[in-house]
């Protein structure tokens, strides 16, 4: 993509180039005519700063297995535990080492950072991260906030492969906050036997549910035998299959939604939040134990379904797992103090999109930077 990138800056001269983490060489591109680049990290504050930290501390290094816990040294507030799998740090030598390294060394020397996040979701880890890691930072989230009409929210994404009127339509039979959300982002790779698992497990905690399977990968045959036999019928008028994709942040902001049962990528987590919705969690790789950290142990809002490693290792979250942790957000005092936490953290976020808000006045604040340049 590099001399199409080129060519198009080139001809276009715009005031800045905004680039995924994900492409480092666009910032010796971007400079090369005198445009500023802005890395866009599609994850939290949280997330950088633990990151950082293992890299700049190594703690992983010194364990004796990758599934020896470990406190996450020099974090704001401290106490997050990991174990090295789950912490995802890629030796310097592999592939996917030598890209991070890169990543790093364009951030260092980008015109600065943009993050799908909101100052009052997570101000210690935004100063840490502004301070420490990164020389610019604007947090310019929650970016779903953005969609404000029916249409918009319904298109986010993918085209969903279900009408949104009949989704709406079986929500709307549901009493407020009675259904949990399920959805584990646009990669599903669970096994057969995994999928059976969370089919028993929505149908033994007795909640209704939307369920999001996304589309077929290898771990699944051609027939349909992840669901247990006659599920659909007994589940009628219970439950919401949804196959492929989901009208996602039309789903969250409805008044019958009470709960999210996540994989913690941060484009579902930061859209849960920005919900008011706690949330069941259950991540699978990548920065997603991270998220999860922040989920449950800082923000109090999450609770873990019993996912300690990668879903590739094959750890089955057996059905009474599922059964449990949707129980423990759905229903109980506890999970009354979840969802007043939740629902705050919701409030908070579209104050900050709001006119005069942190994230409206820091995309501001960007914008002017970006004009004095010229």
């Known amino acids: 993509m590099k001399q199409q990138l080129e060519s198009f800056i080139e001809t276009t001269k715009p005031s800045c180039l905004v680039a995924d983490m994900f492409f480092p060489w666009s910032t010796e591109s971007a400079e090369k005519f005198g445009v500023p680049r802005l890395v866009f990290h599609g994850t939290s504050f949280f997330s950088l700063c633990c990151f950082y930290n293992m890299n700049t501390h190594k703690p992983h290094e010194k364990v004796a297995t990758t599934c020896t816990p470990f406190v996450i040294p020099g974090l704001p507030g401290g106490g997050i535990v990991m174990t090295a799998e789950q912490a995802n740090v890629a030796d310097d030598e592999t592939p996917m080492g030598k890209i991070m390294k890169e990543i790093g060394e364009s951030e260092s020397t980008s015109f600065g950072v943009l993050v799908n996040s909101f100052y009052e979701l997570e101000s210690a880890y935004a100063d840490f991260y502004?301070?420490?890691?990164?020389?610019?930072?604007?947090?310019i989230g929650p970016l779903s906030l953005?969609?404000?009409e029916f249409a918009e929210k319904a298109g986010r994404g993918q085209k969903a492969n279900i009408h949104e009127e009949e989704c709406l339509k079986w929500l709307e039979s549901k009493t407020p906050g009675s259904v949990i959300y399920v959805s584990f982002g646009s990669g599903n790779n669970f096994t057969n036997e995994q999928m059976l698992e969370i089919?028993?497990?929505l149908e033994g905690s007795g909640q209704s549910f939307v369920w999001v399977v996304g589309q077929k990968n290898e771990n699944?045959?051609?027939?349909?035998?992840?669901?247990?036999?006659?599920?659909?019928?007994?589940?009628k008028g219970k439950g919401l299959i949804i196959r492929g994709w989901g009208p996602q942040v039309l789903i969250l902001d409805h008044k019958a939604v009470g709960g999210f049962l996540t994989h913690c990528g941060w484009n579902?987590?930061?859209?849960?939040?920005?919900?008011?919705l706690p949330m069941v969690t259950w991540p699978k790789?990548?920065?997603?134990?991270?998220?999860?950290?922040?989920l449950t142990k800082v923000l109090g809002i999450g609770v873990n379904v019993g996912a300690t490693e990668l879903v590739k290792k094959g750890?089955?979250?057996n059905r009474e797992e599922v059964d449990k942790a949707v129980r423990e957000v759905m229903s109980g005092e506890e999970a009354e103090e979840r969802r007043i936490r939740a629902k705050k953290l919701g409030e908070m976020a579209k104050v900050?999109?709001?006119?005069?808000?942190?994230?409206?006045?820091?995309?501001?604040?960007?914008m002017e930077e970006l004009n004095s340049r010229k």
Do not use: T
């Open 130 to 139: 502004s301070k420490n890691v990164a020389k610019r930072a604007w947090h």
């Open 146 to 148: 953005c969609n404000r």
């Open 199 to 201: 089919a028993a497990g």
């Open 220 to 235: 699944q045959g051609e027939k349909e035998e992840w669901l247990p036999e006659g599920y659909e019928e007994r589940m």
């Open 268 to 276: 579902s987590a930061i859209e849960g939040i920005a919900a008011g």
């Open 285 to 294: 790789g990548a920065e997603q134990f991270y998220n999860e950290k922040l």
């Open 315 to 317: 750890r089955l979250i």
């Open 352 to 366: 900050a999109v709001g006119e005069g808000g942190s994230s409206y006045s820091d995309l501001n604040r960007l």
